[in-house]
């Protein structure tokens, strides 16, 4: 019987353990979120724009909240060609005027990169200045563009 107790508080060890694990991963994985109202602004459905496809014809971004991580998804896509906008990935922290995003943004532009699709992937930053009614991506210079060609992306996701 004193065995099947420390064999019984062992597998309860475990168990316990392996919880706090998986909480730790769920934990790590979360938005911080800095700013209540700017997590509000962001949850939903949102236009979508890069200059380069359209500034009149959107595209559509959603950003869901999953287990406290928030996840934005979403395309623009031209009507008179091939050229795209895809993004996606998660929103790593939300703050008053900006949101750090993790994850790929694909372009397609004719006139750029030999028309091929052209990937962001990593740690980017949207940030909302002044009086506009959008986030612009932080990092515009084109990544497929040859050194010392100064094209510059504005990829926008836009308030409701």
Same mark, same amino acid.
């Given at each position: 019987m004193f065995k099947?107790?420390?064999?019984?508080?062992?597998?309860?060890?475990?168990?316990?353990?392996a919880s706090a694990r998986q909480a730790d991963t769920v934990a790590a994985q979360a938005t911080v979120v800095h700013?209540?109202?700017?997590?509000?602004?962001?949850?939903?459905?949102h236009r979508l724009t890069l200059q380069w496809i359209s500034w009149t014809k959107f595209g559509q971004v959603e950003i869901t909240d999953s287990n406290g991580s928030l996840h934005m998804k979403?395309?623009? =896509?031209?009507?008179v060609n091939s050229d795209y906008l895809?993004? !996606?990935?998660?929103i790593t922290q939300v703050d008053a005027g900006s949101f750090?995003?993790?994850?790929?943004i694909v372009m397609q532009v004719g006139d750029t990169n030999g028309g091929?699709?052209?990937a962001r992937q990593g740690d980017m930053t949207f940030r909302k200045t002044g009086a506009r009614k959008y986030w612009r991506? =932080?990092?515009?210079?084109?990544?497929?563009?040859?050194?010392? !060609?100064?094209?510059?992306?504005y990829v926008d996701v836009y308030l409701r």
């Open positions: 099947a107790s420390w064999i019984a508080a062992g597998l309860l060890l475990a168990i316990a353990s700013d209540k109202s700017a997590k509000q602004l962001l949850l939903g459905n979403g395309d623009q =896509k031209s009507d895809h993004i !996606d990935g998660v750090a995003f993790r994850g790929t091929k699709p052209c991506l =932080k990092e515009m210079q084109n990544p497929c563009v040859p050194a010392g !060609d100064m094209t510059t992306d």
